[in-house]
């Protein structure tokens, strides 16, 4: 089983999580993660499942204001988060829109701050939702993975991340 994760992440967390999750799928196959800017030289055909995943902003996906947002927080001199080398250049949002009809199948998750979804918002709503009008196949509910108030991932999530690759692959 050949899967493909794809990541937008500002500050390292949602890296860390796709990362996570790659490694939960590497048993039963082939699996890399890679930053949704670099994603459009992926040939989508040769995998048998696409994971993508963003941090959630301004109650979803991100776009290049809210990246802008993000940069500046990093910028500040009392900032406990650290850009990511392409953070600002295109992210899950352009790579979607830049995507033909598909066929495959599909999972979405993101990063979002620890309080009830309703009040944060939820990145992997919107990418699902479009991955669904692309045509391809939802196999699994979206996962949320949770940071901090400083944006740190908390305790336990990149093992979860980890676990949650692994049961997706188990169900293929
Ligand atoms: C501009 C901006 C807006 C954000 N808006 C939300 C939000 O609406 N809901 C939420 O749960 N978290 C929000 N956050 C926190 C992010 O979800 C968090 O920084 C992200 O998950 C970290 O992932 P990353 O390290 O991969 O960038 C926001 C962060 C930034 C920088």
Redesign the pocket.
Known sequence: MRTLVV???????????AEAIARGFAASGEAKAVPASHAREEDLSGYDLVVVG???????V?RAS??R??EK?ADKPDST?TL?PD?VSDGVREWLSSLPPAHGRAAAF??????PAF?????SKGIGKKLRHLGFELVAESES?L?DKE?R?EDGEEARAEQWGHSLAQQQ
């Open positions: 990541y937008e992440s500002m500050f390292g967390n949602t890296r860390h999580v963003g941090p959630t902003h301004v109650h979803g991100s809210t990246r947002d993000a927080t988060v990511e953070a993101d990063t979002r701050a620890d309080a009040l944060t918002g939820r990145a993975f940071v944006s991932l």
